[in-house]
C-alpha cells in the first residue's frame, strides 16, 4: 500500500513564526501535491510538483512556499504565518502517466495560527 | 476554469438503504477523470470510485455506483445498503489532460450521516 506521511497531526503556532510542514511519501510517486481544506470550501491546491526541485503554482500559492529537494519529501513552508492560514493541510502523491491514476493522501495536520 | 460542484452539504441515510450525492462539474475538455473520495472522521482521505469520461458504462465498486451523464456534466454517487462506515465527507473531484499537472479540482464536499 502507498503510505504518504506528514509530520504533525496537530500544530500551533504564532503570528510571524516561519513554519514547515514536511510529507514523506514510499511508492516512487513523481507527483506530489499540498492542499488545504476548509468548511464548505473544499480542497484548494496551494502547489504541486511533478519532479524533483520543480515546482507549479495552484490556486491559492499567496503567503506559501515549497521544497522538494528529494523525491520522496515536499514540504509546505508558511514564510510568516497569519491566521488566516489556521486550517487542515492534505499532502497527496501520485504517479505520472495516466489520467485515472488516483492521489493518494496523508492523515492531514491541523493547523493553528495564535 | 473547471469547477467541481456539490450542491448538498449535507446528507442523512438511514442503515441498510440507498442515498445518492449529486456532483455536477464544468469543462470544455473531452477527455477526462471523475473521482469520488471519502474522507472519515480524523482519518485519511481514500479514493472511493473513478469514472473515465469516454467509458459511457457506469462505474460500480461493491455497494458504490456512480450516474454519469456526460452531456449533462453530473456525477452523482449511489451507495446501497448504506453502513455505520459509510458515514464520512464526501468529495467529488475532476482531473482533465496530463499537460495541467494531474491536478484534481474538487467540489465543496458533502457530509454523509448514517443513522443505525
Known amino acids: 500500500d502507498v503510505k504518504v506521511t506528514q509530520s504533525s497531526r496537530y500544530l500551533v503556532k504564532r503570528t510571524g513564526e516561519k513554519v514547515f510542514l514536511e510529507c514523506v511519501q514510499d511508492?516512487?510517486?513523481?507527483?506530489m501535491f499540498w492542499y488545504r481544506q476548509d468548511p464548505g470550501l473544499g480542497l484548494r491546491l496551494i502547489y504541486f510538483s511533478y519532479d524533483v526541485k520543480m515546482k507549479e503554482k495552484g490556486d491559492i500559492p499567496e503567503g506559501y512556499s515549497v521544497s522538494r529537494e528529494k523525491k520522496e519529501r515536499f514540504s509546505l513552508i508558511l514564510e510568516s504565518a497569519s491566521t488566516n492560514q489556521t486550517s487542515m493541510y492534505l499532502c497527496?502523491?501520485?504517479?505520472?502517466?495516466?489520467?485515472?491514476?488516483?492521489?493518494?493522501f496523508g492523515d492531514g495536520t491541523r493547523l493553528s495560527i495564535l | 476554469a473547471q469547477t467541481v460542484t456539490q450542491s448538498q452539504p449535507e446528507m442523512s441515510v438511514q442503515e441498510a438503504e440507498t442515498v445518492t450525492l449529486s456532483c455536477t462539474y464544468d469543462?470544455?475538455?473531452?477527455?477526462?477523470?471523475l473521482f469520488w473520495y471519502k474522507q472519515p472522521p480524523s482519518r485519511q482521505m481514500i479514493l472511493v470510485i473513478r469514472?473515465?469520461?469516454?467509458?459511457?458504462q457506469n462505474a460500480t465498486e461493491n455497494r458504490f455506483s456512480v450516474n454519469f451523464q456526460k452531456a449533462a456534466k453530473s456525477f452523482s454517487l449511489k451507495i446501497s445498503d448504506s453502513q455505520l462506515g459509510d458515514a464520512a465527507m464526501y468529495f467529488c473531484a475532476y482531473r482533465a489532460q496530463e499537460t495541467s499537472g494531474s491536478r484534481l479540482t474538487f467540489g465543496e464536499g458533502t457530509q454523509l450521516t448514517v443513522n443505525p
Open positions: 497527496a502523491s501520485s504517479r505520472a502517466g495516466a489520467l485515472g491514476q488516483p492521489q493518494h
Open positions: 469543462t470544455s475538455e473531452s477527455d477526462y477523470y
Open positions: 469514472q473515465e469520461a469516454y467509458k459511457q
Open positions: 511508492m516512487d510517486h513523481e507527483n
